[in-house]
Nanobody, 128 residues
Framework: QVQLEESGGGLVQAGGSLRLPCVASGRTFSSYAMGWFRQVPGKEREFVAG????????YYADSVKGRFTISRDNAKNTVYLQMNSLKPEDTAAYYC?????????????????????WGQGTQVTVSS
């Protein structure tokens, strides 16, 4: 069992930045690939970024590439999402997820249904 807790959300103006940490507890954090997703009411959960167990490989949705950075610190059981140049369309609830196994391609990380554990989410609102 893995428990995930996101934080760091809030209200920010367009062009601003936020950093979202997701802290894991429970079983060995470094055994899990991690992903960040976002969701707005009435829509499906959307992939944002993914990172391999070691942190050596990262994957991004086209909509955030060049603006967002995913990273992890296995010693601190934490995965981060650094969000820069925020846009109003980035407004959503942001969730981190964990999944076991090994993956080396974008679609392995972007499949929300394959994630075993989720946090409760943190709201990000970007004003224009």
């Amino acid at each position: 069992q893995v428990q995930l807790e996101e934080s760091g959300g809030g209200l920010v103006q367009a062009g601003g930045s936020l950093r979202l940490p997701c802290v894991a507890s429970g079983r060995t954090f470094s055994s899990y690939a991690m992903g960040w997703f976002r969701q707005v009411p009435g829509k499906e959960r959307e992939f944002v970024a993914g990172i391999s167990r070691s942190g050596g490989s990262t994957y991004y949705a086209d909509s955030v590439k060049g603006r967002f950075t995913i990273s992890r610190d296995n010693a601190k059981n934490t995965v981060y999402l650094q969000m820069n140049s925020l846009k109003p369309e980035d407004t959503a609830a942001y969730y981190c997820g964990a999944r076991g196994g090994l993956g080396s391609y974008y679609y392995w990380y972007s499949s929300a249904g394959a994630y075993e554990y989720w946090g409760q989410g943190t709201q990000v609102t970007v004003s224009s």
